[in-house]
């Protein structure tokens, strides 16, 4: 179990927010009840991800998925016409949120989905593809920046998986921390044992870029099989622009302000179960400019609308985060309203895994 180092505040300070949390539960309680007694309301959202992401036909690309989540980079590939091999998650709602959008998917989830108990040698000659995003604590700032101290840190068996199936490619992504200097020494040396077999590329890339209403920065890694003779160049995707601003993307009226949101913060960190989707003050400044709360997300669109926000501002239910995330509204997110915003805050958006599928299948896989 990790252990969870509480922030440096004043019992003062905590008291305050100890008792707005109550006052917020208690309106909440009011709200849900108000909500019973509603029809359920539409969304007026004019955003469909899923026309960013036709479905292609089937390339016969075996693909293994590991730290899979809610399943962004999942269905990404899969709506780009990649074979799911088999998907690894040890949190149990998120293996039952893949398992709930395709019942004919392998989803080792729980205790069978921790990759540092897999066996990969059975399945050696299966996979042509290996993706995933190792967790992003270690190298975040709501992590802590441990780096490899963080036994969260799964860079290690990443590269056991990839070592030990020796697929074609690979494809990592984590948080951008994960380029700071204060890594360089655990960067570098990951990288070259990569580079042992692999043409490996790191790149950057802006979900805002894909047409997902967010600005939501990442790193990928991808590794080319050296035997292949190729390596992968991501111009083509740094140059990509399609954009769209999180107000129009909702269907809200227009207030004279719009833009990208603030990227979503990952709800599944720390000791509360929380549904605030800030994560820091810059971006709550930011979705107050918006005039959007970012404070408390509600499980639908009814209940939303019977709880007013303290600065009239417009709160958000959980299908609209998903939206501005990039996930089309017909996939499903199982457990607690915190526990499917920590799904899709923690995603890599599905429009940017869609495009790298495609360029990684067009350079590699078909060149």
Known sequence: MDTYIPWDISDEKRQEYAHSSRQSQQERKLADARAASLDDIALSAAYKPELDMPSLPSNGIRTLSLFSGGGGMDLGFDLAGYEHHSSYEILEFAGKTLQHNRPNWVVNHSKDGDVKNANWIPIKGEVDFIHGGPPCQP????????GAADTRDMFPEFKRAVDELTPKAF???NVTGFLSSKFSDYREKLLKSFRKRYNVTVFQLSSANFGVPQDRRRVFIVGVKKSLG???????????STSRQVRNALGLPDNGVDGYAPTLRCTLSGPRQTTSIANSTASVDRWTELGIWPHGVSPNRKTAA???????????????????????????FVGAVYQRLGM????????????IAKEIENQVFNS
Not at 308 to 324: A, S
């Open 171 to 173: 494809l990592a992504e």
């Open 344 to 355: 899709i805050g923690n995603s890599v958006c599905p429009p940017v895994a869609y495009q």
């Open 139 to 146: 190298f975040s700032i709501a992590g802590r920046r441990s």
């Open 230 to 240: 190729k390596k992968f160049i991501p111009t083509s995707l740094e140059r990509f």
């Open 306 to 332: 019977s709880f007013p926000t303290k600065n009239q501002t417009y709160r958000l239910c959980v299908p609209e985060c998903q939206l501005i995330q990039g996930f089309p509204l017909s996939w499903h």
